[in-house]
């Protein structure tokens, strides 16, 4: 085995550690791409990277014959291809709300990482990955402490069945009582003779929604309540 085959298997090697520390973040978090996903994605992309770069160098040049190739053209290909990873992970929710940016983009991240280390930045990858960790679990903590009021607030989705019309207007006077700010409302004509309101409200992100809940089932002329936290 030459110094070659010992390169490859290191980078290989730290690509699949790093992988694994992207995967670990999203897998604690119970996302739909988690630890396989991004172990493949950060390993394949280093192969890929390290294949493009050998490759280039791989045939003779003499007098005749001088065959020119772009070291990193696999690797401007993987940037393109992990786009549609990227967008299988970001759904529209029926509310409107959009999910799976985050994972997209830490997809993408791994990807990165990968052709870093295939390339051979190694200090550059692993601080890549020190940083991403930060960004996405470090710096939302300390944001939700010290950060603006909207940084320390979370949205919830309301959907309450009223079979008075006439209730409508204490309904929500009550939830503006309880702390809760509304963001919107949307009001629907069921064929039963109910009602449906549609509510996205803003409460502390301390708040557990199940207390929001409670505050909620309290007000009278409310048949059925559901509710949902959108983080």
């Known amino acids: 085995m030459n110094n070659l085959d010992i390169e490859i298997f290191i980078k290989l090697g730290l690509s699949a550690i790093l992988g694994l520390?992207?995967?670990l973040e999203r897998e604690l978090k119970r996302k739909p791409v988690g630890l396989k996903t991004s172990l493949v994605i950060c390993i394949v992309s280093c192969l890929l990277t390290i294949v493009s770069i050998e490759s280039a160098y791989m045939f003779p040049k003499n007098d005749r014959i001088n065959i020119t190739m772009d070291p990193l053209r696999l690797a401007a290909q993987i940037?393109?291809?992990?786009?549609?990873?990227?967008?299988g992970?970001?759904?529209?929710?029926?509310n409107d709300s959009i999910s799976g940016l985050t994972t997209a983009a830490l997809i993408w991240g791994a990807a990165g990482?990968?052709?870093a280390v295939g390339a051979g930045y190694y200090l550059e990858s692993i601080t890549g990955v020190t940083l991403l960790i930060i960004s996405v679990k470090v710096i939302?903590?300390?944001?939700?402490?010290i950060g603006p009021r909207q940084l320390r607030e979370k949205e919830i989705t309301l959907n309450l069945r009223v079979s008075e019309k006439e209730n409508m207007k204490d309904i929500i006077s009550f939830i503006q009582d309880?702390?809760?700010?509304?963001k919107n409302i949307r009001i629907k004509d069921l064929e039963e003779g109910e009602h449906l309101i549609h509510l996205r409200i803003i409460v502390d992100h301390r708040r557990k929604t199940t207390d929001v809940y409670y505050s909620?089932?309290?007000?009278k002329g409310i048949r059925q309540i559901e509710i949902e936290n959108l983080h």
């Open 21 to 23: 520390i992207i995967g």
């Open 79 to 87: 940037v393109s291809g992990i786009g549609f990873l990227g967008a």
């Open 89 to 94: 992970v970001i759904l529209r929710r029926g």
């Open 113 to 115: 990482i990968g052709i």
């Open 140 to 145: 939302p903590f300390l944001m939700s402490l």
């Open 178 to 182: 309880q702390k809760i700010s509304i």
């Open 216 to 219: 909620v089932s309290e007000i």
